[in-house]
């Protein structure tokens, strides 16, 4: 059996993200074992959730590390890029001094177009 993890992030509560319909998990199964979904165009989910599969683009969000769990963290994140075939895109919060621990001295800011070591970029935002 599945551990539910709810997923605390700036868009749990929201059905939009400007234009895009968010599409997630309802929690509930068809009469095969398939998971049904909401109707959307942005596919929304947890990184625990979305282990195993992948995608084009990536936008991982609340990127925010913490002194408490240091190695979950670390593990997490690296699941969650991981995922994209593509592209992929990081949200961080700019203030986080422990940003820099992860993303390197070469993250970019909004604006910059210089990519990090060669890698795909990250974008920071406040």
């Known amino acids: 059996m599945e551990r539910k993890v709810p997923i605390d992030s700036v868009f749990s509560q929201r059905d939009r993200v400007g234009k895009y319909a968010l599409r997630r998990f309802t929690q509930s199964y068809d009469l095969f074992g398939n998971q049904l979904m909401t109707p959307g165009e942005v596919f929304f989910e947890s990184v625990r959730r979305f282990k195993g599969q992948q995608a084009p683009a990536v936008v991982l969000v609340d990127v925010d590390p913490s002194r408490e769990k240091p190695e979950t963290f670390t593990r997490l994140l690296y699941s969650g890029m991981t995922r994209a075939t593509v592209r992929l895109e ?8 422990l940003n820099e621990a992860y993303l390197g001295v070469g993250w970019r800011r909004p604006g910059h177009t210089r990519s990090w070591r060669g890698q795909r970029p990250r974008r920071l935002i406040q």
Do not use: E
């Open 90 to 97: 990081l949200l961080v919060k700019m203030d986080n001094p």
